[in-house]
């Protein structure tokens, strides 16, 4: 009797001790599954936290635009907006302690519109002025000795244009454009689109044109360029949305009853590179008078000594007639489109946004508003 009830107590301390054992897995396990679940609820608030903070550097960016132009019918270099110090300034006033927020407004209209290289859509005519500008802009760039750069303005112009141009039965551009035809025999194989781009890294589908594009490397040992130190080049660190933009959309229809990109790119805002575009054939070099011009300051240096009225580049340079009329339909002193750019971090986790801001004019009040029409994480 005795023996049969240490054999139950022992076979019940074996029982009690096995339900222990897995109790305190079970504890354990858990405990490691509230503790994963705890952190990822940490990264995923930090998460949202930064994003939203990110949102508020977008809004913050509208408030200044909206300042801007409430005060001026202009957009210039000289303004807000376009002062990374002042941008600062403005972030700082929010008090954000630890939190890290950067904000960057690029004028989208001081970048050539690629989409404007035809005259309307649909359609497949080659805008003349625009053309001089593409050519004008890589010429510099490109060396004129093929066995050391093969790179060409005019194959580029015209893969280009048959990228985006219609109606014209696929017929190809000069001997160096390309339609379907060429890109069907890619691998992988695509389609040419015959229609605008809609977003900027698609130019790296057409024929001829690189991630490397801008890189003035190989120059011809004549070129003007050639004697400059390669890491001083500004272009050495340009990217194709630093140049190029598909914004620039006419608000109203074409005389033929389709849609046109104006080409006009903002003399206020421009880079140097793109001045230098505008500029006729072999006046390159003045495009840095242009830009010293617009930002030069008093002695102080905390006031803009030039206005930048319609014509000032008049002041600066010295073009014919026909030159000023060229570089006229090119030009604007204002802008409708642009971008934001926010970096914003919370503890580790870090947030960045890309906005498109619309410049729009509210029917009630008259007042100017800027509509966010794109975005996207960076």
């Not at 009690?16 to 305190?24: F, G, M, P, Q, R």
């Not at 006033?93 to 050539?112: A, M, Q, R």
């Not at 840095?288 to 030039?306: H, I, M, T």
């Amino acid at each position: 009797m005795n023996s049969l009830v240490h054999n139950e107590r022992g076979v019940a301390l074996v029982v009690t001790l096995a339900i222990v054992a897995i109790l305190l897995a079970a504890a354990l396990q858990l405990g490691k599954f509230v503790g994963d679940s705890v952190m990822v609820t940490l990264v995923e608030k930090d998460q949202f936290n930064a994003e939203q903070l990110a949102l508020s550097g977008i809004n913050l960016a509208i408030l200044i635009l909206v300042e801007d132009a409430a005060k001026s019918d202009l957009d210039t270099v000289q303004e807000t907006w376009a002062d990374p110090d002042k941008l600062s300034q403005a972030v700082n006033e929010l008090n954000l302690g630890k939190d890290t927020l950067t904000i960057k407004i690029i004028d989208e209209f001081s970048k050539v519109q690629v989409n404007a290289l035809i005259d309307e859509f649909p359609g497949n005519q080659l805008n003349a002025d625009q053309r001089r500008i593409w050519e004008n802009f890589f010429r510099p760039r490109f060396s004129n000795d093929k066995s050391i750069d093969e790179r060409d303005p005019a194959e580029i112009i015209n893969c280009v244009k048959d990228w985006i141009d219609s109606n014209d039965d696929d017929a190809v551009t000069g001997i160096s454009g390309a339609e379907s035809d060429y890109y069907l025999d890619l691998d992988p194989p695509y389609v040419c689109v015959n229609g605008p781009f809609n977003h900027i890294d698609e130019l790296l589908n057409v024929k001829g044109i690189s991630k490397d594009l801008l890189k003035t490397e190989g120059l011809d040992p004549d070129d003007d360029l050639a004697d400059e130190p390669a890491d001083d080049l500004e272009s050495n660190e340009l990217e194709l949305g630093d140049i190029f933009t598909i914004y620039g959309l006419d608000r109203e229809k074409s005389k033929g009853g389709g849609y046109r990109y104006s080409g006009r790119v903002n003399i206020n805002t421009a880079g140097v590179d793109v001045l230098a575009g505008l500029l006729p054939e072999g006046m390159e070099a003045f495009a840095q008078d242009l830009a010293d011009y617009r930002e030069q300051k008093s002695e102080e240096g905390d006031v803009f000594v030039n206005a930048l009225d319609k014509g000032w580049y008049k002041r600066v340079i010295a073009l014919s007639k026909k030159e000023q009329d060229q570089l006229d339909r090119s030009i604007t002193y204002v802008s409708d489109v642009f971008k934001v750019e926010c970096r914003a971090q919370k503890n580790d986790t870090i947030t960045e946004l890309v906005a498109v801001l619309k410049k729009e004019k509210h029917k009630a009040s008259g007042k100017w508003m800027f509509r966010i029409i794109q975005m996207e994480r960076k």
